[in-house]
């Protein structure tokens, strides 16, 4: 099967930076979309980045031009760079892996940002 394990995750202050990492354990990371979703206290999963496996990036308004979504296929795993990090992106951050009928899910690392 497919396992996600997210690493990175911690405690900055406003404007610091932190990079998170999501290994993934299986077969057929190369040929998937993967990304990232967080949740903050209180609130509804988003989706914040996503990279195809063609390289082809997406990100949610409020991330972009701070954030960065990466993949290494040869380490079967993908990033995520965060820059200038602002209270508001507080939450569990979550690895994604699309598939055909089916989403894989990391079980979470936690990013505060303090002001």
């Known amino acids: 099967q497919v396992q996600l394990m997210e690493s990175g995750g911690g405690l900055v202050q406003a404007g610091g930076s932190l990079r998170l990492s999501c290994a993934a354990s299986g077969s057929g990371f190369s040929i998937n979309t993967m990304g990232w979703y967080r949740q903050a206290p209180g609130k509804q999963r988003e989706s914040v980045a996503h990279i195809t496996n063609a390289g082809i990036t997406n990100y949610a308004v409020s991330v972009k031009g701070r954030f960065t979504i990466s993949r290494d296929n040869a380490k079967n795993t993908v990033y995520l760079e965060m820059d200038s990090l602002i209270p508001e992106d507080t939450g569990v951050y979550f690895c994604?892996?699309?598939?055909?009928?089916?989403?894989?899910w990391g079980q979470g690392t936690q990013v505060t940002v303090s002001a």
């Open positions: 994604h892996l699309i598939r055909p009928g089916y989403d894989y």
